[in-house]
Nanobody, 115 residues
């Protein structure tokens, strides 16, 4: 059973922007910290950004100032605005609660930054 559905990925040149979206059920979003994670080829999945139910945010150091996480609790959706993208941002991006719950992992959305 799919719990979270990510979308918005694609191929962009360095310096470009993308806006990712993740939609789930109210049960997942209610009162939970939501996070965006990514997994690059040959690397472990890593946490990129988090947002609390009260909209306090935190970011991994390499994306600070470039990425912005936001959430719409009424729509059970979390977004990741990514600007000034770099080739090293290339990865499959996933959303999940934080800490992650195994059953909630979706298919992710591929982000490729290349000229």
């Amino acid at each position: 059973q799919v719990q979270l559905v990510e979308s918005g990925g694609g191929l962009v040149p360095p310096g470009g922007s993308l806006r990712l979206s993740c939609k789930g059920s109210r049960r997942i979003f209610a009162n939970n910290v939501m996070g965006w994670y990514r997994q690059a080829p040959g690397k472990q999945r890593e946490l990129v950004a988090t947002i609390t139910d009260g909209e306090n945010t935190n970011y991994e150091d390499t994306v600070k100032g470039r990425f912005t996480i936001s959430r719409d609790n009424a729509k059970n959706t979390v977004h990741l605005q990514m600007n000034s993208l770099k080739p090293e941002d290339t990865a499959v991006y996933y959303c999940n609660v934080m800490p992650p719950w195994e059953a909630y992992w979706g298919q992710g959305t591929q982000v490729t930054v290349s000229s």
